[in-house]
């Protein structure tokens, strides 16, 4: 018996010893092959340089020096998976540090972000996946039922998650956390866009929307939609969140701010020449005009001469406390004003954009829109302003621009981290790994859009579309609160713009690129014909 014993503890080591040299030539090769892919990364990274340049260059340097220590993240990776026993979702986590970050932004850049997501889903599972993402181990959960997981769950398995690039572009985040600012951004929100407060700013945006046109729009022959767009938007946003209704004031920041914009969600680079620095240094300037308009307010406040008509989220911000009576502080209400010039402006002005791409391509819904909005200005006494019963009737106008989100979502998609291990779909999620839902897992799915390339608004009339599969905006206690606000935004610039133009594209095979967000790669240059 004890000589079975012994051999039996002879055989194990040696398979021990087996299994660990197999280990260690495992890992030998791949520290041979990881030379191989990372110079196919910088051969893609080739393929995909456009506006980044800079940016893309010095990210193949850091790869290279991540080449020392590539066999030792590896082999402890490995370790880590064998002898922890998680089930964890099916994938890969592709290169050190970086994952597969550089895929997902290749895939955008090509304009066919959901080929990211769609590809995995059928090589590894439709419900669920594993990948890395801006350094993060991530689980990538699919579907509806995925969408619900996340969206019904906040502070209960997950929680909200910003990239850390984030904290470093809003410095007051840093003393607390992204998630604490965000919940305190959003408790500041409601009385701003709550239904009586929204119906007053359809004629203050109507008047903003005629201004934009008389003077971006009516004297040229061609124009270029998307920067237009943006100017439109961040004049809104100026109006209602600051009160702001100087074109020359708004100009003097609206440079910076758009720097700001197109670098909040870029790779976190920050050397010179980066789009990450550049909105780093774009962030501090815009702050600055910003805290001279708060300092200016503040006094105006305390003195009691603050405009009645002042009733803005910034006037909201000085005079409401949090849940220990404590006043914001300057630099707080800063980068919060900040944070929603950000969300207020680029989001609708991509979906502003695309409809005016979608009606050029398809003149049968430009003419019903029209037909809507011809209707709507019938019921109007010359030179009145559109009001909260008019955006109502805009029934069709909103489902086009329904089906416009469902082909090019201004949100890709948002990340969640686990805050305690849970299963989901038989797969382990450890405690700390972040969750990424999409909107192209969805949006784009025929199981739940038969025919998803078509253009069809009907998809969105009556009950609309199942639950869960339709998220531009998110879902659950953190779908985005300035969704109507969005809604009006949008339909009163579109009123506008059809009862004055049709128009067609200058470029009619334009390229599409989602960086983070979509947008024609020339701008969507137009033609218009006066009607």
Request: proline share 6%; hydrophobic share 40%.
């Amino acid at each position: 018996m004890r000589t079975a014993s012994v051999q039996q503890l002879i055989a194990q080591e040696k398979k021990k010893r087996k299994r660990k040299c197999l280990m260690v030539s495992f890992d030998l090769l791949y520290s041979i092959l990881i030379f191989y892919f990372l110079f196919s990364a910088i051969a893609s990274i080739q393929m995909i340089m456009q506006q980044s340049d800079m940016e893309l260059l010095l990210l193949s340097f850091l790869l290279l020096m991540a080449l020392s220590l590539s066999f030792w993240i590896r082999f402890f990776v490995h370790k880590l998976e064998k002898s922890s026993g998680i089930n964890l979702p099916p994938g890969k986590m592709g290169f050190p540090f970086i994952g597969e970050s550089l895929e997902f932004l290749r895939m955008g850049r090509k304009g066919t972000p959901e080929r990211f997501i769609q590809d995995r889903m059928a090589k590894y599972s439709t419900q669920i996946f594993k990948t890395c993402l801006l350094g993060e181990p991530t689980a990538v959960v699919c579907g509806a039922a995925g969408n619900k997981l996340l969206f019904s769950n906040e502070n209960k398995l997950v929680t909200s998650w910003w990239p850390r690039s984030v904290e470093k572009i809003f410095p007051s985040s840093l003393q607390t956390s992204t998630k604490q600012e965000s919940m305190k951004t959003r408790k500041l929100l409601p009385a701003f866009l709550k239904p009586e407060a929204l119906q007053k700013y359809v004629g203050i945006m109507d008047s903003i929307a005629k201004w934009h046109l008389d003077n971006h729009w009516d004297l040229n022959e061609t124009v270029t939609v998307f920067p237009l767009a943006k100017q439109y938007t961040f004049m809104v946003a100026c109006r209602l969140f600051l009160s702001i209704d100087d074109p020359k004031h708004i100009a003097k920041f609206a440079n910076p701010f758009h720097i700001l914009a197109a670098g909040v969600m870029s790779i976190p680079i920050n050397f010179p020449g980066t789009p990450f620095n550049r909105a780093i240094k774009a962030a501090d300037s815009v702050r600055k005009e910003l805290r001279a308009i708060i300092k200016q307010r503040k006094i105006q406040v305390l003195a009691g001469k603050s405009s009645s008509s002042k009733h803005d989220i910034l006037s909201h911000m000085l005079t409401t406390t949090d849940e220990n009576g404590q006043f914001l502080n300057e630099m707080d209400i800063a980068d919060k004003i900040l944070g929603l010039l950000i969300g207020g402006h680029d989001t609708a002005s991509a979906v502003i954009t695309f409809i005016i791409k979608y009606l050029a391509e398809l003149p049968q819904v430009y003419n019903e829109v029209l037909k809507e909005q011809m209707e709507v200005a019938a019921g109007k006494k010359s030179g009145e302003m559109l009001d909260w019963e008019d955006i109502q009737k805009m029934k069709y106008s909103w489902n086009v621009a329904n089906e416009v989100m469902r082909l090019a979502p201004p949100l890709q998609g948002s990340f969640r981290e686990a805050i305690t291990d849970f299963t989901y779909a038989g797969f382990s999620i450890p405690k700390g790994w972040k969750l990424y839902w999409s909107t192209y897992a969805t949006h784009k799915n025929p199981d739940y859009f038969p025919d998803p390339e078509k253009f069809d608004p009907s998809r969105f009339e009556g009950n609309g579309p199942i639950p869960y599969t339709y998220v531009p905006f998110g879902g659950g206690p953190r779908m985005c609160p300035g969704k109507e606000y969005a809604r009006l935004e949008i339909l009163v610039f579109i009123h506008n713009v059809v009862r004055r133009f049709s128009w067609y594209k200058l470029h009619p095979n334009e390229d599409v690129i989602v960086d983070p967000m979509p947008m024609p790669a020339k701008g969507l240059p137009i033609r218009l014909r006066h009607h």
